[in-house]
């Protein structure tokens, strides 16, 4: 495929992946595939994509701030515990080989349809407050997800949304305050860490990223309740037809 080609596909599927995450979140699992197809190995697409991810919440963070809504001091706090599983996460991500990679990702694909199956909490439970509880497992969470983020980060904004809902009781306003600020937090060492190994491609991630930010940028202008119903099929098709690809079973 020629250059300008990919380029120009990687801008469409960075509109599409931050259009996503804003509605209802898992542009991760489109982009990493898309660079893999794209001929990029399994190291260098999943650094490529932290640039992405890295601009993203930069302007997501922007953006609640710019609506006074923030707590910063709390999801500093937060994100301090993903730290450390983020660096071994990532490390661990360096070393392996692209096959198994591959094979991670399908089945982590393949557990985020289901996931999205899965009925959704009731949304209204805890609306207008912000704690109802504050439980010690979110700092064990914490650390776990960000392994999770350094490693693979597709889908980590499911598991960082179940965790903030479940186990501190936030309402999903405050969920998705926090979340971004988390990931850009882990996602500065991750990006380091696939930076100094040389697993990064700056023309590819940072044309993902403006893709990105076009897309998030729309989706923060459209009224999405009623398409929502619609893009969950589409990106459910769609994974799992990068699941089956990576699994070599189609």
Request: proline share 2%; net charge positive.
């Amino acid at each position: 495929m020629e250059e300008l080609l990919k380029l120009l596909l990687l801008f469409v599927v960075g509109s599409l992946a931050g259009f996503i995450n804003v509605m209802a979140g898992g542009g991760s699992t489109i982009t990493l595939p898309t660079l893999i197809f794209l001929g990029l190995d399994s190291s260098l697409a999943n650094g490529t994509n932290r640039v992405s991810i890295l601009i993203q919440n930069i302007s997501g963070i922007l953006s609640f701030g710019q609506e006074k809504y923030h707590k910063f001091k709390t999801s500093l706090k937060l994100a301090a515990f993903t730290l450390p599983g983020a660096i071994g996460g990532s490390i661990i991500a360096t070393n392996i080989s692209d096959k198994l990679f591959q094979k991670i990702l399908a089945y982590v694909l393949i557990g985020i349809i289901i996931s999205m199956l899965l009925p959704r909490p009731n949304q209204k439970k805890s609306e207008g407050s912000q704690y109802h509880r504050k439980s010690w497992l979110i700092y064990p969470a914490m650390f776990m997800i960000g392994f999770y983020g350094g490693f693979i980060q597709a889908g980590v904004g499911f598991l960082l949304m179940a965790s903030l809902y479940h186990l501190i009781r936030l309402d999903l306003v405050h969920v998705n305050m926090h979340k971004i600020f988390i990931v850009f937090i882990y996602t500065i060492p991750a990006l380091l860490v696939f930076f100094l190994t040389h697993n990064v491609d700056l023309k590819f991630g940072l044309t993902l990223a403006a893709g990105s930010a076009f897309g998030a940028w729309w989706s923060a202008k459209i009224s999405v309740k009623k398409g929502e119903g619609a893009i969950r099929i589409i990106l459910i098709v769609a994974i799992l037809m990068m699941s089956l690809k990576l699994l070599d079973i189609i």
